[in-house]
C-alpha cells in the first residue's frame, strides 16, 4: 500500500474544499483514507489536528459543522421532531479517526469498528448555529494491523450533547 506522506503533505487544519478532495479518493493516496462525499460528510471544516495533542497526548482532531435549518437529515428523522441522529455525530467522529489515521501516514482504508460507551444529553435542532466534534486519539496501533481508539464529544453552540468513549477505526486495504 502506498505511503500516505507520498501523497500529502499534512496539515493542521483543513478547509471545506480540502474535506471534499479527500472524499474524492486518492488524497492520501490510491486506496488509502478518504472522507465519505456529501451529505453523508458530516463536517465542514477541520480546525485543528495534531499527532501529540488531545486529553491523552497521543493526537487529536477538532471538525466543525455548520448547521442550516434545511440539513437533510431534519426532514427525514422524526419527522416533526427534527433533531440531527445522534449516530450521526458518531460517524462524524469515526469519520474523524479514520482521517486522522490516513493524515498521520498509516495506509489503508477506514472502517467503523465498533464503540465502547455512548452518552447522548441533548440534541442538534434545525435552531443550532454550529456543531463541534472533539476527538482524543487514546491509543494508536501501526503494522500488520492499523487501529486507532479514540474519544470524542459533540457540542451543540458549546453545550456538550453527546459522548463516546473507545471509539475504534481500523484500516483495512481497499475492496475491488
Same mark, same amino acid.
Given at each position: 500500500?502506498?505511503?500516505?506522506?507520498?501523497?500529502? =503533505?499534512?496539515?493542521?487544519?483543513?478547509?471545506?474544499?480540502?474535506? %471534499?478532495?479527500?472524499?474524492?479518493?486518492?488524497?492520501?493516496?490510491?486506496?488509502?483514507?478518504?472522507?465519505?462525499?456529501?451529505?453523508? %460528510?458530516?463536517?465542514?471544516?477541520?480546525?485543528?489536528?495534531?499527532?501529540?495533542?488531545?486529553?491523552?497526548?497521543?493526537?487529536?482532531?477538532?471538525?466543525?459543522?455548520?448547521?442550516?435549518?434545511?440539513?437533510?437529515?431534519?426532514?427525514?428523522?422524526?419527522?416533526?421532531?427534527?433533531?440531527?441522529?445522534? =449516530?450521526l455525530g458518531l460517524d462524524a467522529m469515526w469519520?474523524?479517526?479514520?482521517?486522522?489515521?490516513?493524515?498521520?501516514?498509516?495506509?489503508?482504508?477506514?472502517?467503523?469498528?465498533?464503540?465502547?460507551?455512548?452518552?447522548?444529553?441533548?440534541?442538534? =435542532?434545525?435552531? =443550532?448555529?454550529? $456543531?463541534?466534534?472533539?476527538?482524543?486519539?487514546?491509543?494508536?496501533?501501526?503494522?500488520? %494491523?492499523? %487501529?486507532?481508539?479514540?474519544?470524542?464529544?459533540?457540542?451543540?453552540?458549546?453545550?456538550?450533547?453527546?459522548?463516546?468513549?473507545?471509539?475504534?477505526?481500523?484500516?483495512?486495504?481497499? $475492496?475491488?
Open positions: 500500500m502506498p505511503n500516505p506522506h507520498d501523497f500529502h =503533505t499534512p496539515q493542521p487544519s483543513y478547509t471545506r474544499d480540502e474535506l %471534499l478532495r479527500s472524499s474524492d479518493g486518492g488524497y492520501f493516496g490510491p486506496g488509502n483514507a478518504q472522507l465519505p462525499a456529501p451529505p453523508m %460528510l458530516m463536517m465542514d471544516r477541520i480546525t485543528d489536528i495534531s499527532l501529540d495533542g488531545g486529553e491523552f497526548g497521543k493526537g487529536h482532531i477538532v471538525g466543525k459543522l455548520d448547521i442550516a435549518p434545511s440539513q437533510w437529515f431534519f426532514d427525514c428523522h422524526y419527522r416533526g421532531d427534527a433533531v440531527m441522529p445522534p =449516530t469519520q474523524m479517526v479514520g482521517y486522522w489515521l490516513g493524515w498521520s501516514g498509516s495506509p489503508g482504508k477506514g472502517r467503523a469498528i465498533g464503540v465502547g460507551e455512548v452518552e447522548v444529553t441533548g440534541v442538534v =435542532t434545525p435552531g =443550532t448555529r454550529h $456543531v463541534r466534534y472533539e476527538v482524543a486519539m487514546r491509543m494508536v496501533r501501526r503494522g500488520k %494491523l492499523v %487501529l486507532g481508539i479514540a474519544d470524542g464529544r459533540v457540542l451543540a453552540d458549546g453545550v456538550c450533547v453527546f459522548t463516546a468513549k473507545d471509539m475504534r477505526v481500523g484500516l483495512t486495504k481497499a $475492496v475491488d
